[in-house]
Nanobody, 121 residues
Framework: EVQLVESGGGLVQAGGSLRLSCTVSGFPFENYDVAWFREAPGKEREGLSTVNMRDGASYYVDSVKGRFAVSSDNAKNTAYLQMNNLKFEDTAVYYC??????????????WGQGTQVTVSS
């Protein structure tokens, strides 16, 4: 059974930082990407970034480039999303996912439970 367990969300003031974690278990591949998404109230789920669990190669959408950073720890099967200089508009539920491609949410098969990030202005 594939499981993704997220942690690290919370309440932070604008300008602050948070680090999210996503631990993957049961996924039957060694070379795969973990993708990060977010969903704000009333908005569609938005793809943010991917990180390769084997070599750490990463990709970012323009809206988070320079503020967010992804990394991976292959030994722990854990991916991280470091979020810096957070803005009010970053408030959302954040998800990690595997088993898809190109940050199209509908293409991803396995999802974490989501973690709430709230940025106060």
């Amino acid at each position: 059974e594939v499981q993704l367990v997220e942690s690290g969300g919370g309440l932070v003031q604008a300008g602050g930082s948070l680090r999210l974690s996503c631990t993957v278990s049961g996924f039957p591949f060694e070379n795969y990407d973990v993708a990060w998404f977010r969903e704000a109230p009333g908005k569609e789920r938005e793809g943010l970034s991917t990180v390769n669990m084997r070599d750490g190669a990463s990709y970012y959408v323009d809206s988070v480039k320079g503020r967010f950073a992804v990394s991976s720890d292959n030994a722990k099967n854990t991916a991280y999303l470091q979020m810096n200089n957070l803005k009010f508009e970053d408030t959302a539920v954040y998800y990690c996912a595997v088993g898809g491609y190109d940050l199209h949410p509908e293409e991803y098969e396995f999802w974490g439970q989501g973690t709430q990030v709230t940025v106060s202005s």
